[in-house]
């Protein structure tokens, strides 16, 4: 940065060397020439532009072609950063891994493949953060996370945390159960029955010895199986006394 600046500076005190009448014919063109300067410039040339700035406006080369001109800015360009002095103002160029900076020790956005932290930019994020490659940055990870996606969403958790929803538990919330395999939460399922079916025919048992005396059953089916901790089932079939027909007695003996 400061080679081409130097190079510029060389230029200007040109202007006064040589003989006097020499002199006088470049300091006419030199007037001629800093009336066509851009805006900004205290002092130019047409081939170089901008050899000064005016005041608080910060000096940079920018790329013409083959060729680097002067030019007077308000502010640097990406990439650059302001450098105040009190001779001159100029734009410095940020660390090579740095897109744009705040100064040469604090980045504000890195290049493709490192990642801000702290205003430096590197290439891995530290454990209990992850890397956003689109904002290129390291952001830190919900509690108990060990990888996440965004802030408030985790997507693996510490090896002694449950997870659910994006989120690390130490124990699982209400209507959920753990899984220890999995290391997640699922949701509890209680147990369901359907509606009783008919009763069955009126059988007699080998306990009853009373004549024309038996037992009819029915039962219901189970919906849904209940989970490890969810709610148990209730009885599913019932009995009840019956008194046997002598046509189911009939019905028996052929």
Same mark, same amino acid.
């Given at each position: 940065?400061?080679?081409?600046? $130097?190079?510029?500076?060389?230029?200007?005190?040109?202007?006064?060397?040589?003989?006097?009448?020499?002199?006088?014919?470049?300091?006419?063109?030199?007037?001629?020439?800093?009336?066509?300067?851009?805006?900004?410039?205290?002092?130019?040339?047409?081939?170089?532009?901008?050899?000064?700035?005016?005041?608080?406006?910060?000096?940079? $080369?920018?790329?013409?072609?083959?060729?680097?001109?002067?030019?007077?800015?308000?502010?640097?360009?990406?990439?650059?950063?302001? $450098?105040?002095?009190?001779?001159?103002?100029?734009?410095?160029?940020?660390?090579?891994?740095?897109?744009?900076?705040?100064?040469?020790?604090?980045?504000?956005?890195?290049?493709?493949?490192?990642?801000?932290?702290?205003?430096?930019?590197?290439?891995?994020?530290?454990?209990?953060?992850?890397?956003?490659?689109?904002?290129?940055?390291?952001?830190?990870?919900?509690?108990?996370?060990?990888?996440?996606?965004?802030?408030?969403?985790?997507?693996?958790?510490?090896?002694?945390?449950?997870?659910?929803?994006?989120?690390?538990?130490?124990?699982?919330?209400?209507?959920?159960?753990?899984?220890?395999?999995?290391?997640?939460?699922?949701?509890?399922?209680?147990?369901?029955?359907?509606?009783?079916?008919?009763?069955?025919?009126?059988?007699?048992?080998?306990?009853?010895?009373?004549?024309?005396?038996?037992?009819?059953?029915?039962?219901?089916?189970?919906?849904?199986?209940?989970?490890?901790?969810?709610?148990?089932?209730?009885?599913?079939?019932?009995?009840?006394?019956?008194?046997?027909?002598?046509?189911?007695?009939?019905?028996?003996?052929?």
């Amino acid at each position: 940065m400061w080679v081409p600046l $130097l190079i510029w500076i060389l230029n200007l005190v040109s202007l006064s060397k040589g003989q006097d009448g020499t002199k006088i014919q470049r300091y006419r063109r030199s007037s001629v020439v800093s009336r066509l300067c851009q805006a900004g410039c205290a002092t130019c040339s047409s081939l170089n532009g901008c050899l000064s700035c005016k005041p608080r406006l910060f000096f940079h $080369l920018e790329l013409d072609g083959m060729r680097q001109r002067g030019v007077c800015l308000s502010s640097c360009p990406r990439g650059h950063y302001g $450098l105040r002095s009190p001779h001159i103002n100029t734009c410095t160029r940020c660390k090579e891994d740095c897109a744009s900076c705040f100064n040469k020790n604090f980045c504000t956005r890195c290049r493709p493949g490192h990642f801000l932290l702290r205003g430096n930019c590197e290439d891995s994020c530290p454990k209990g953060m992850t890397a956003n490659t689109t904002l290129r940055e390291c952001i830190e990870c919900p509690a108990g996370c060990e990888l996440c996606v965004r802030r408030d969403t985790c997507v693996r958790c510490r090896a002694d945390l449950y997870y659910l929803h994006g989120q690390c538990h130490p124990t699982c919330p209400r209507g959920f159960e753990p899984d220890v395999q999995l290391m997640q939460c699922t949701p509890q399922v209680h147990c369901e029955v359907g509606e009783w079916g008919e009763w069955g025919p009126c059988l007699r048992k080998g306990s009853i010895r009373a004549y024309r005396r038996g037992q009819e059953t029915r039962t219901r089916d189970v919906l849904y199986v209940p989970s490890v901790y969810g709610d148990p089932c209730p009885h599913v079939s019932e009995w009840r006394k019956c008194v046997i027909t002598k046509r189911q007695s009939s019905s028996r003996l052929q």
